[in-house]
């Protein structure tokens, strides 16, 4: 059987929700069924759902994470126990921090890591030549930074193919080599000594 009410009943209703009163709180105080609640507001253009207040959210969350059991905070506030906990997963996901575990190899490759951007940046500023620099500077400036650091990180910071560098020593040694008859004969004199 369906219930009639009065007009009186349902301006009662609406009243009641633009005064902030839940609809749990309405059909309390009213005797109205929540179903025909929400119908009258949805008719009267009005939000089934309540607008909490930034301090009744406060209020409300403060009490839920002091381990009030949520009727206790449903008779206080008047909100239901899916609003809240809608409200504090809401609100925990604004707040949310992400945090990731990582392994201690993943903490070991991100320090190594660390470390060779460090030299990079320091290479980078003793050696006062980037990536565009030419062959030339590039090479004057392994040998200004190799007693500090390895030709290899040298070479990769600048962009220098190592072979490259050991090429360029190498037919420097050679002409040297080749120009000083006394340095020819003291290498022949090592090499023949120390290979047998």
Known sequence: MIKKYSEEKRLEVINARKDGATI???TAQTGVGQTTVKAWLKDAGLTTR?????????????????????KAILEKYGISKSALYRLHK???AEQRIVVKDYTAGQIAAMKRKLTT??????????????????????ISAVEEL?????IH???RTLNLA??????????WVKTRYEKNPAIKDWIERVQKKWSG
């Open 162 to 171: 190592k072979g490259t560098y050991y090429n360029l020593v190498k037919h």
């Open 90 to 92: 809401k609100i925990q």
């Open 50 to 70: 309540r607008k909490w207040k930034a301090d009744e959210i406060q209020a409300i969350l403060k009490e839920y994470e002091e381990c009030r059991s949520p």
């Open 24 to 26: 749990a709180q309405i």
């Open 146 to 150: 190799r007693s500090d650091f390895s």
């Open 117 to 138: 951007l460090e030299e990079e940046n320091q290479i980078f500023r003793r050696s006062g030549c980037g990536t565009s620099a030419t062959i030339d500077e590039k």
């Open 153 to 155: 990180a040298i070479c």
